[in-house]
C-alpha cells in the first residue's frame, strides 16, 4: 500500500511526503523536553553525614520543575527501578529504604505522556549500619536438646523453639553443630510469630539439602497462617532450585510470588540463603551464598499471619508440609531488608588461623599446637634464607629432593581454606619445581608449583596452582589456574585461597590476582577433595605429573595456614615485605 507524511508542529502542517496515491495516515511529534527533576529527602540529607540505616525507609519527594512529567522512573543503586506516576509534573512522595552502609545512589528520570525522558538527576547520601538481627537461632544445642533458645536483639522479648519429631540436635554444622532433620515430621516451631509480613523483612540460614528428595517440595523456614503461610524459603525439586515465595491471601483461592536462585541447588553442599521482601517497592530478593537471584516483579500482597515461627516445615491449604531432609544451621531474622554487601558478609567465613610457621631459628609453628616443619634430605632452616631480606632466616631446599613436611595438618581441603608464603628463586626454574602440595592417596588435593614455558623456558613461565575434585588419577577432574607475574632473582608473595562456598580457586602473587586477555588467576567448578589426617609438603610433590619435576631449588619462608579464604585486602596485608606477629595476622 502507498503511504504518505505530513509533519505539523503545533500551529502549521507542513508539505506532504508521499509514494503514490495518498492516505489517511499521518504522525505527530511532542517536542516537548521536560527540565531533569529535583529529589529532597529530610530522613536521608545529601550532606555527606550518615543517616538512617541499611533497611531503614525514608521519603523523598520528586517533583518536575517544567510541569510536563506524568511520571518519574526511580532507581535506588542497583536494584530495579519503580514507576512513580505524577500530573504535569507535580511533586510525589516515595518511600525507600537503602540496600548499603555508606554511598547510596538516587537516579530519578521524568517521563511525558509520549514517553519524552528528562535527563537524569543523580541524589547521593550516606546510609549508616543496618540494625542487627531481632532474632537468631544459631542451632548449637548439644545432642538429645529439644528446647533451642534463641539471641535476641536488645529490648526484644526471649524467643524460644521446641523442636519435635524427626530432629537430631548436635549435627555437624555448617559454624558449630546444627539442627538435623528426617524429612517426614521433623521440625522446630515458636509459639507465636516472630515476622511482620505486611512490613520489610528479611530471614536467613546455612542449610545442606540431603540429595534422595531431589524432586520434592522442601520448606526451610516459614510462619503458620491459617490455610497457609505468608512466605516460605524453600527448595523446588520440581525446577530444582532455591525461592523465595510469598502467597497473596491466606485462603484456598491462587496468588502466588517468587524470587528464585540463578542456578540450580547443590545438594549435600552447604549453602546460605536470604529471602527479602522489600515492603517500600513490594519485591522479594533471594541472596544464594551471598549472590543474587532473579528478583520478583512488583507483588500485591497485604497480609501476616499470627501463627508460630517453622523451621523446617511450611503449611499449605491447613496442612503441615514439606518437611526438610537434611541440616539447617544459624537462622536469622530481620525486621528490615538485608542489602547484596550484607548477604555476601553472612556468607563470608571469618578466617581462623590453624598453622604459623615462621621458620627463623627452627621449624616450630603458632600457636600452640601446631605441627613443627620438619626439613628433609639436606633442607635446613638458614639465616640467609629470610624473606625479602628482612626475615632473620628461612627454610632452604636445594631443587634436589630436599624438602620438610608438617604432618597432621590442621587444615580441611574440602572447606575453605588459605595457605600463603614468601618464595625465593635465583633465576627461572627450567623444570617444573614444587613449592608445596597437600596429597591425598592417589593424587595431590592441593599442590603450587613453578611451571617454565616450554619453548622459551630461560625467560617465561608461570606459577600454577592445582586442585582435584576426586582422588584419583583421572586429570579430567583436575581444576588449575595460573599467574605469569614472576620475580626474577627475588622473592614473591603467593597465597592460594579456596571458596567452597563459590567452587572457587584463586592465586595471588604479590597480593595481586593477575587480569590478562587470557583470563584471570581463578577458576571455577571446583569442589575440594577431602584428606584424612592431611600433610603439608613444603618442596615435595608425591605425585608429580612430568618425569623431570623437581623439588622447588631455593628458599621458602614465612607459612600461614587459614581456615576459611583471606579477602583481597587481607591477603594483601600478608604480603607486605614486613614480619608480622602472629598475633597481628589477619
Same mark, same amino acid.
Given at each position: 500500500?502507498?503511504?504518505?507524511?505530513?509533519?505539523?508542529?503545533?500551529?502549521?502542517?507542513?508539505?506532504?511526503s508521499?509514494?503514490?496515491?495518498?492516505t489517511?495516515?499521518?504522525?505527530t511529534?511532542?517536542?516537548?523536553?521536560?527540565?531533569?527533576?529535583?529529589?529532597?529527602?529530610?530522613?536521608?540529607?545529601?550532606?555527606d553525614?550518615?543517616?538512617?540505616?541499611?533497611?531503614e525507609?525514608?521519603?523523598?519527594t520528586?517533583?518536575?520543575?517544567?510541569g510536563?512529567a506524568?511520571s518519574?522512573q526511580?532507581?535506588?543503586?542497583?536494584?530495579?527501578p519503580?514507576?512513580?506516576?505524577?500530573?504535569?509534573g507535580?511533586?510525589?512522595?516515595?518511600?525507600?529504604?537503602?540496600?548499603?552502609?555508606g554511598?547510596?545512589?538516587?537516579?530519578?528520570?521524568s517521563?511525558?505522556?509520549?514517553?519524552?525522558?528528562?535527563?537524569?538527576?543523580?541524589?547521593?547520601?550516606?546510609?549508616?549500619?543496618?540494625?542487627?538481627?531481632?532474632?537468631r537461632?544459631?542451632?548449637?544445642?548439644?545432642?538429645?536438646?529439644?528446647?533451642?533458645?534463641?539471641?535476641?536483639?536488645?529490648?526484644e522479648?526471649?524467643?524460644?523453639?521446641?523442636?519435635s519429631?524427626?530432629?537430631?540436635?548436635?549435627a555437624?554444622?555448617?559454624?558449630?553443630?546444627?539442627?538435623?532433620?528426617?524429612?517426614?515430621?521433623?521440625?522446630?516451631?515458636?509459639?507465636?510469630?516472630?515476622?511482620?509480613?505486611t512490613?520489610?523483612?528479611?530471614?536467613?540460614?546455612?542449610?545442606?539439602?540431603?540429595?534422595?528428595?531431589?524432586?520434592?517440595?522442601?520448606?526451610?523456614?516459614s510462619?503458620?497462617?491459617?490455610?497457609?503461610?505468608?512466605?516460605?524459603?524453600?527448595?523446588?525439586?520440581?525446577?530444582?532450585?532455591?525461592l523465595?515465595?510469598?502467597t497473596?491471601?491466606?485462603?484456598?483461592?491462587?496468588?502466588?510470588?517468587?524470587a528464585?536462585?540463578?542456578?540450580?541447588?547443590?545438594?549435600?553442599?552447604?549453602?546460605?540463603?536470604?529471602?527479602?521482601?522489600?515492603?517500600?517497592v513490594?519485591?522479594?530478593?533471594?541472596?544464594?551464598?551471598?549472590?543474587?537471584?532473579?528478583?520478583?516483579?512488583?507483588?500485591?500482597?497485604?497480609?501476616?499471619?499470627?501463627?508460630?515461627?517453622q523451621?523446617?516445615?511450611g503449611?499449605?491449604?491447613?496442612?503441615?508440609t514439606?518437611?526438610?531432609?537434611?541440616?539447617?544451621?544459624d537462622?536469622?531474622?530481620?525486621?528490615r531488608?538485608?542489602?547484596p554487601k550484607?548477604?555476601?558478609?553472612?556468607?563470608s567465613?571469618q578466617?581462623?588461623?590453624?598453622?604459623r610457621?615462621?621458620?627463623?631459628?627452627d621449624?616450630?609453628?603458632?600457636?600452640a599446637?601446631?605441627?613443627?616443619?620438619?626439613?628433609? !634430605?639436606?633442607? @635446613?632452616?638458614?639465616?640467609g634464607? /629470610?624473606?625479602?631480606?628482612? $626475615?632473620?632466616? =628461612?627454610?632452604?631446599?636445594? %631443587? +634436589?629432593g630436599?624438602?620438610?613436611?608438617?604432618?597432621?595438618?590442621?587444615?580441611?581441603?574440602?572447606?575453605?581454606f588459605?595457605?600463603?608464603?614468601?618464595?625465593?628463586?635465583?633465576?627461572?626454574?627450567?623444570?617444573?619445581?614444587?613449592?608445596?602440595?597437600?596429597?591425598?592417596?592417589?593424587?595431590n588435593?592441593?599442590?603450587?608449583?613453578?611451571?617454565?614455558d616450554?619453548?622459551?623456558?630461560?625467560?617465561?613461565g608461570?606459577?600454577?596452582?592445582?586442585?582435584?575434585?576426586t582422588?584419583?588419577?583421572?586429570?579430567?577432574?583436575?581444576?588449575?589456574t595460573?599467574?605469569?607475574?614472576?620475580a626474577?632473582?627475588d622473592?614473591?608473595?603467593?597465597?592460594?585461597?579456596?571458596?567452597?562456598? !563459590?567452587?572457587? @580457586?584463586?592465586?595471588?602473587?604479590? /597480593?595481586?590476582?593477575?587480569? $590478562?586477555?587470557? =583470563?584471570?588467576?581463578?577458576? %571455577? +567448578?571446583?569442589?575440594?577433595?577431602?584428606?584424612?589426617?592431611?600433610t603439608?609438603?613444603?618442596?615435595?610433590?608425591?605425585?608429580?605429573?612430568?618425569?623431570?619435576?623437581?623439588?622447588?631449588?631455593?628458599?621458602?619462608?614465612?607459612?600461614?595456614?587459614?581456615?576459611?579464604?583471606?579477602?583481597?585486602?587481607?591477603?594483601?596485608?600478608?604480603a607486605?615485605?614486613v614480619?608480622?606477629?602472629?598475633?597481628?595476622g589477619p
Open positions: 500500500m502507498d503511504w504518505h507524511v505530513r509533519a505539523y508542529d503545533g500551529e502549521v502542517w507542513g508539505p506532504w508521499w509514494a503514490g496515491a495518498q489517511g495516515c499521518y504522525f511529534y511532542d517536542p516537548t523536553i521536560p527540565e531533569a527533576p529535583t529529589v529532597d529527602s529530610v530522613d536521608y540529607d545529601d550532606d553525614v550518615a543517616h538512617g540505616g541499611v533497611g525507609p525514608g521519603a523523598f520528586i517533583k518536575d520543575p517544567s510536563a506524568n518519574y526511580v532507581t535506588m543503586n542497583d536494584q530495579q519503580i514507576t512513580v506516576p505524577t500530573t504535569a507535580a511533586a510525589r512522595t516515595v518511600s525507600l529504604a537503602p540496600d548499603r552502609a554511598p547510596n545512589v538516587l537516579t530519578v528520570q517521563f511525558t505522556a509520549a514517553s519524552q525522558n528528562s535527563a537524569p538527576t543523580t541524589y547521593k547520601f550516606v546510609a549508616g549500619n543496618g540494625s542487627p538481627e531481632k532474632v537461632f544459631t542451632l548449637d544445642e548439644p545432642a538429645g536438646a529439644t528446647a533451642l533458645n534463641a539471641d535476641v536483639r536488645t529490648g522479648s526471649a524467643v524460644a523453639a521446641a523442636a519429631g524427626g530432629t537430631t540436635l548436635g555437624a554444622g555448617q559454624d558449630g553443630t546444627a539442627m538435623g532433620l528426617d524429612g517426614v515430621n521433623g521440625k522446630a516451631s515458636t509459639s507465636g510469630a516472630l515476622v511482620d509480613a512490613k520489610s523483612f528479611s530471614v536467613g540460614a546455612w542449610v545442606r539439602l540431603d540429595a534422595s528428595k531431589v524432586d520434592a517440595q522442601q520448606v526451610v523456614l510462619q503458620d497462617g491459617t490455610r497457609k503461610s505468608p512466605f516460605y524459603l524453600k527448595y523446588d525439586g520440581r525446577i530444582k532450585k532455591w523465595f515465595g510469598r497473596k491471601t491466606d485462603s484456598d483461592e491462587s496468588g502466588w510470588y517468587q528464585e536462585s540463578a542456578q540450580n541447588a547443590q545438594l549435600g553442599a552447604w549453602t546460605h540463603l536470604v529471602g527479602v521482601y522489600d515492603a517500600t513490594q519485591r522479594l530478593r533471594i541472596f544464594v551464598n551471598g549472590e543474587p537471584g532473579i528478583e520478583s516483579g512488583p507483588i500485591d500482597v497485604s497480609w501476616t499471619s499470627t501463627g508460630g515461627f523451621i523446617g516445615c503449611k499449605w491449604l491447613g496442612v503441615t514439606d518437611y526438610w531432609l537434611g541440616s539447617i544451621d537462622v536469622r531474622i530481620y525486621d531488608i538485608v542489602g550484607e548477604a555476601q558478609e553472612l556468607v567465613q578466617p581462623v588461623l590453624k598453622a610457621w615462621k621458620l627463623n631459628t621449624g616450630a609453628g603458632e600457636p599446637g601446631t605441627p613443627p616443619l620438619n626439613p628433609h !634430605n639436606g633442607a @635446613l632452616i638458614s639465616t634464607a /629470610g624473606f625479602a631480606w628482612v $626475615s632473620p632466616g =628461612g627454610l632452604q631446599l636445594n %631443587g +634436589d630436599a624438602y620438610a613436611d608438617a604432618t597432621t595438618l590442621p587444615l580441611d581441603t574440602s572447606r575453605s588459605t595457605v600463603a608464603g614468601w618464595v625465593r628463586n635465583l633465576g627461572r626454574p627450567q623444570k617444573t619445581s614444587t613449592v608445596l602440595s597437600v596429597p591425598g592417596h592417589n593424587t588435593a592441593l599442590v603450587l608449583r613453578y611451571v617454565p616450554a619453548e622459551d623456558p630461560a625467560e617465561a608461570r606459577w600454577e596452582a592445582q586442585m582435584s575434585n582422588d584419583s588419577t583421572d586429570m579430567t577432574t583436575v581444576r588449575k595460573a599467574s605469569t607475574s614472576f626474577d632473582n622473592w614473591d608473595h603467593l597465597a592460594v585461597t579456596y571458596d567452597a562456598l !563459590n567452587h572457587r @580457586l584463586s592465586l595471588y602473587v604479590n /597480593g595481586v590476582i593477575e587480569e $590478562s586477555a587470557d =583470563g584471570t588467576s581463578q577458576v %571455577g +567448578d571446583v569442589k575440594g577433595l577431602p584428606v584424612s589426617n592431611p603439608l609438603n613444603i618442596g615435595r610433590n608425591t605425585f608429580a605429573q612430568t618425569a623431570d619435576e623437581t623439588t622447588w631449588p631455593d628458599a621458602v619462608d614465612d607459612l600461614w595456614v587459614y581456615e576459611g579464604a583471606l579477602t583481597d585486602t587481607q591477603i594483601t596485608y600478608l607486605q615485605p614480619e608480622l606477629a602472629t598475633t597481628d
